[in-house]
């Protein structure tokens, strides 16, 4: 069983730019969610998505979005960014939202903003 | 907004020996998560604590959710190599709406085994 997959593992963007990560789930699971991890702020919840509305956000500013595909498939964008923004990006699947013993984290993207 | 104190940041130990590790909060939280994260991989949860009081043990790990909903602790027994990671806490708060919740997490353990 393939666990969850997340591209582009690494990416580097300057400023102002955007960006828009992607994260497939394991087979069946329809809940996505979406983690920022820095060395500052530690592990910080983004947002989740489940059968593809938007269940649960974080504290991130409006320019941090996402949406989910009818096949649970998610991205993230970012827009127009900033040095702040580089981090870790995890995702992490479950079957249902907020069935933990479920869940499982991908590899995360590594974003570096220059 | 919610914040979550994990204590210690880091700890060095001898193979063999219990390791514990807790979390407190001035905010109740309905459930508890405890992670793992080994460097370059993402985080694998260890348990989950969904009541009041519950004491939960997985292999020899074992996680309590703290009367007073405020905090949780994981011990490690008998610490082997491979237990050396970063293991984090995250308090699940639950809101009115359908399925609404916000997650905090700890700042992270840093446990480092001597052999």
């Known amino acids: 069983k393939a666990g969850v997959t997340q591209t582009p593992r690494y990416l580097i963007k300057t400023r102002g730019q955007q960006v828009t990560l992607s994260c497939s789930p394991i087979s069946g699971h329809r809940s996505v969610s979406w983690y920022q991890q820095t060395p500052g702020q530690g592990l910080q919840f983004l947002f989740e998505y489940f059968s593809e509305t938007q269940r649960n956000k974080g504290n991130f500013p409006g320019r941090f979005s996402g949406r989910q595909f009818s096949n649970s498939r998610s991205e993230m964008n970012v827009s127009t960014l900033e040095l702040g923004d580089s981090a870790l990006y995890l995702c992490?699947?479950?079957?249902?939202?907020?069935?933990?013993?479920?869940?499982?984290f991908g590899p995360g993207t590594r974003l570096t903003v220059l | 907004g919610q914040q979550l104190n994990q204590s210690p940041q880091s700890m060095f130990i001898q193979e063999g020996e219990d390791v514990s590790m807790n979390c407190t909060s001035s905010?109740?939280?309905?459930?508890w998560l405890w992670y793992k994260q080994d460097p370059g991989e993402g985080p694998v949860l260890l348990i989950a604590?969904?009541?009041?009081?519950e004491l939960t043990s997985n292999g020899r790990l074992t996680a309590q959710f703290g009367i007073t909903r405020k905090d949780s602790f994981l011990n490690i027994s008998a610490s082997i190599p491979s237990d050396v990671g970063i293991y984090f806490c995250a308090g699940q708060r639950l809101y009115s709406g359908a399925g609404s919740y916000q997650l905090t997490f700890g700042k992270g353990t840093k446990l480092s085994v001597i052999p």
């Open positions: 905010s109740i939280f309905n459930t």
């Open positions: 992490a699947s479950s079957l249902e939202s907020g069935s933990w013993d479920t869940q499982y």
């Open positions: 604590l969904y009541k009041a009081g």
